[in-house]
Nanobody
């Protein structure tokens, strides 16, 4: 089992920046990729960014150029740096780990965190 704990979500003004963190514990050796997804009220969970140990970083079109995913292997932590935030970025952000398919798909991931809330005010 792998446990994921996200942090860093809060209320921020449009145009601002925020960094989310996700720390993994447990059988971290089984992790081959980690991703960030988000879910706004009344909407489906959607892909934001992923970091694959073998193929690098992938981003959703909506966040390209504004968000950056990075990881610190020594700390078993992945980060999501979010710049130029927009009200439409408001959502609960979830960290996922251990990918068994395409990194952009929710169903590809085995482990999920509880989420951290990001609210962007206009």
């Amino acid at each position: 089992q792998v446990q994921l704990v996200e942090s860093g979500g809060r209320l921020v003004q449009a145009g601002g920046s925020l960094r989310l963190s996700c720390t993994a514990s447990g059988r971290t050796f089984s992790i081959n990729a980690m991703g960030w997804f988000r879910q706004a009220p009344g909407k489906e969970r959607e892909f934001v960014a992923a970091s694959s140990w073998s193929s690098g970083s992938t981003y959703a079109d909506a966040v390209k150029g504004r968000f950056t995913i990075s990881r610190d292997n020594a700390k078993n932590t992945v980060y999501l740096q979010m710049n130029s935030l927009k009200p439409e970025d408001t959502a609960d952000y979830y960290c996922a780990a251990r990918c068994r398919g395409q990194v952009e798909l929710v169903e590809s991931y085995v482990y999920w965190g509880q989420g951290t809330q990001v609210t962007v005010s206009s």
